[in-house]
């Protein structure tokens, strides 16, 4: 489910929200004036790949190099 930022139109609180598209923005904040919020709009989220497989070079097996020197020469 998607994170939505609101900020509180009373006390100035940003938080999170976990809903679904589907869902109705919220219209409250959970603060003691129970004020107005509106919905912040984010830039979205970074994503960061952590150990090994993520690379080019990890995914590739390493060439033998026995095969590329007798392919190499052929005789008639």
């Known amino acids: 489910m998607p994170t939505y930022d609101y900020k509180c139109n009373t006390c100035n609180k940003v938080f999170e929200h976990f809903q679904s598209i589907k869902d109705e923005p919220l219209t409250h904040c959970h603060c003691e004036q129970k004020g107005s919020v509106s919905k912040m709009i984010s830039s979205g989220s970074g994503i960061i790949f952590k150990g090994s497989g993520f ?19 052929s005789k008639d």
Not at 58 to 69: F, G, H, L, Q, T
């Open 55 to 73: 690379y080019v070079n990890d995914y590739k097996k390493p060439v033998a190099n026995s095969s590329e020197s007798s392919s190499g020469t």
